[in-house]
């Protein structure tokens, strides 16, 4: 028997010693807030608790080990103190997705209590390890700052919740999320639940002879083995292509070490595990491909139709090796760029339960609750009005929780079972199961004229997108489109392949291919510079877009190109500094390229206190559901009334794949159209007059053109947001600052803008610098994710953003969507300070060396 004390309750356990603490928290205590981020591998800090007055992970402590501990969760805080420090983050902005949130505050509850008056420098330390992904520390720092003083001063912290447009509101869910009393879905619990897992191909490419789950079905606790064989409907899934099986057969190949082979079903977690590692697989190995630019030539097949999954092809301009010959300087060059993990905090998770009318609702942590439900609808055979997809707002995602992952198998397990059914991956499973960043091969050309005029420029993009096909047609298409990144170019040639491998797929991560085809352009407009004789930030001030330029697929750009304003407002920093880099970025906002952007939005009158936003969006950290808050507020002058959010497909409510950064876009536009009718309305009648009425808004978007196609008058994009940053560096070639100016349109929330901006900046740098997922012939090389080169608080330089607000004739109040653009010029910014700092020119990333 071990006994210790749990938030002063005297605690008697008579169970494993070596059972982690964690799990005894979460499962046998019912205590959520403490978070599992990282399966037990002690790097993630989202479990972290306080043990006899130190911070300990629970994920890395035995039960053995708390033998007349002293241990205190959030739940065990004085209530004066846990109030205060959820409101210092919520008001700092230090929230975001918030599935770090609680075991950043246990951490500065330890710290503040053996410290008043820390430094920022003492906080950094303090917080050293845990890690967050959304912020990148900015904001927590401050927030750790206020707690301090507030604490010292014993003054309360207010949150101002009735502010509109332009006004750093709260964010929707924030204080209840720090607290951990916002449930993310692996803390969901229903009764009679049922626990799954899946078992995986040991190799990338082989024939699956044999499935034997004999052993699995006799272990104990066990309820069911699945195969393929028990899917009712369609096997096969994907986002665009439907290539993508959600379990291969006997009899069929593997194409990566993340295909499903079999799942089972079973009392709990534990056992479900165990059983998995039963099933027996009997393979012919066969020998994988690895190497995109050798799959291009289909002498091993990934699929059969062949190895090249999509190209797209343009030229405009005139002839691109005359314009080259008449230019007075060229350069031309080859980068590469690496296969990068999310590393999103929450690891992937659904539950599924059924239903009175025999369908199924599935709970999601996905950025498309209506893709959800198509998907699901096809494997089960059943009519999408017979599948419920529900939101419950995720841990992070950043493009990684687009692809089916778990949805389909927990929605497939409990419509046999006719019981609710959990699938959770662990950390090492999501990093080998879920897309990744495309790795790029690009060969570019850019010439001027003795002016230092841009006239030609020609790219060959190849992205090896791995098994299978998920977005990378789409990531590679607009990687072309926008290959001259945010210069006007006569003359553009361009050639961009997506390519089948045996590797992780690769699909959408924030930036959507633009991060790659920006590092290789700025890093190429530097040399051109350099070569010329030119200044580089006056070289890109007079090539920079602008109204009547053209992008690089020939659209010419109307009212509300903000690229120059942000240059101007970098100007002084850039020319101050010793070692430093400059960068541009446009990031198109919206799908564009053909396809159709729609969104719709319901507002539904509760009580006269009380209103609901009905949407299809997916609330991941960013504040989709906190920026429409502050448009209906704004929009209908609704005072002291609460406002509520709620996603779930059965509202029928249209919204698409939170992606793009064309959330706030899209939804608030749409959420005007139907608050302005709310409006029209609360001039004849007063709120609980209208208690029942639901008023519907809607926006949509078909005349948007595809690269490649001969239109005469492109129009790629219907928006797109715009970015100059300057990376400085110290002495020792360590970055020192980074100043961003991004045009925003409208600042629809200044805390909100900010925080989005530094994660990204952040995530930038370790794209620069360190991340990268190592494969070796399709394998990987560590699951591990302190191997993943994730930046942590220690890394964080100094980040200075700076709205520009040069509003989209389009976007809601002039809003332009920034979830994405904030990385785009970070790397290239980084690489061109390091070219000044040690006169390197770096053609691969990551570099390899510290960030600070």
Known sequence: ???????????????????????????????????????????????????????????????????????????????????????????????????????????????LQNNSFPNRDEIKKALGANLCRCTGYAKIIDAVVLAAESLRDKKEIELLENVGVGKSRPKHDAYLTALGKREFVDDMRFPGMLF???????????????????????????????????????????????????????????????????????????????????????????????????????????????NLLAITEFSRGGDIDEAFKSSAYTVSAQYRTQLLE????????????????KGIQIYTQSQGIYEDRHAISRILGLPKEKVIATLVPCGGAFGGKEDLTVQGHAALFSYHLKKPVKVSLSREESIRMHVKRHPFIMKYKIGCDEKGMLTALSADIIGDTGAYASLGGEVLNRAAGHASGGYHVPVVDVVSRAVYTNNLPAGAMRGFGVNQVTYAVECMIDELCEKGGFDQWQFRFNNALKKGSMTATGQVLGEGVGLRDTLNAVK????????????????????????????????????????????????????????????????????????????????????????????????GNSLIAAAEKLKKELKKTRLKDLVGKKFKGRWFCDWTTRPGKNVKNPETHFAYGYAAQVVTLDNKGRVEKVIAAHDAGKVINPKLFEGQIEG???????????????????????????????????????????????????????????????????????????????????????VGQRIK
């Open 760 to 846: 990204a900046v952040m995530m930038g740098l370790g794209y620069a610098f360190t991340e990268k997922l190592e494969l070796d012939k399709g394998d990987l090389v560590s699951a591990s994710m302190a191997k993943l080169g994730v930046p942590k608080i220690k890394s964080m330089p100094e980040i200075i953003v700076k709205p520009v607000e040069v509003k989209d004739p389009r976007g809601p109040m002039g809003a332009k969507g920034v979830g994405e653009i904030g990385l785009v010029p970070t790397a290239p910014a980084v690489i061109n300070a390091l070219y000044r700092f040690d006169g390197k020119r770096r053609y691969e990333l990551p």
């Open 572 to 667: 002084d920093d850039y020319y101050s500094a010793r070692y430093a880099g400059l960068a541009l970025g446009i990031k198109n906002i919206g799908f564009g390229n053909g396809l159709i952007d729609e969104s719709e939005a319901e507002i539904e009158v509760v009580s006269d206190k009380k209103v609901v936003i009905h949407h299809g969006w997916t609330e991941m950290g960013q504040g989709v559901d906190t920026i429409s808050k502050q448009i209906l507020y704004d929009v209908a002058g609704l005072e002291d009334v609460e406002i509520d959010v709620v996603s779930s497909t059965d509202s029928e409510v249209i919204g698409g794949t939170t992606t793009a950064s064309r959330g706030t876009f899209l939804l």
């Open 1 to 111: 028997m071990i006994e210790f004390k749990l938030n002063g309750r005297s605690i008697s356990f008579k169970g494993s010693d070596d059972l982690p603490l964690l799990t005894w928290l979460r499962e046998d205590q019912g205590i959520v807030s403490v978070k599992n981020g990282c399966s037990g591998q002690g790097v993630c800090g989202a479990c972290l608790i306080e043990i006899n007055g130190k911070p300990a992970l629970s994920c890395r402590t035995p039960m053995k080990k708390i033998k007349g501990a002293d241990i205190v969760t959030i739940e065990g805080f004085a209530p004066v103190l846990k109030d205060l420090l959820a409101k210092a983050f919520v008001k700092q902005g230090a929230v975001q997705c918030g599935f770090c949130t609680p075991g950043f505050l246990s951490r500065t509850k330890i710290l």
């Open 196 to 306: 799954g897992a899946l078992r995986f191909s040991d190799h990338p490419r082989a024939e699956v002879i044999s499935i034997n789950t004999e052993k699995a079905e006799k272990l104990p606790g066990v309820v069911r083995v699945f195969t393929g064989k028990e899917i009712p409907g369609d096997r096969m899934t994907g986002i665009i292509h439907k290539d993508w099986p959600v379990m291969v057969l006997e009899g069929e190949k593997t194409r990566y070490i993340g295909d499903v082979l079999a799942g089972v079903v079973a009392k709990d977690e534990e056992t479900a595990r165990k059983a998995v590692i039963l099933i027996e697989v009997e393979y012919n190995v066969l020998e994988p491909v690895t190497d995109p630019v050798e799959a291009l030539k289909d002498k091993i097949k990934v699929h059969d139709k062949g």
């Open 342 to 357: 999310h590393a999103f905090l929450e690891p992937e998770t659904a539950i599924a339960r059924p239903l009175e009318n």
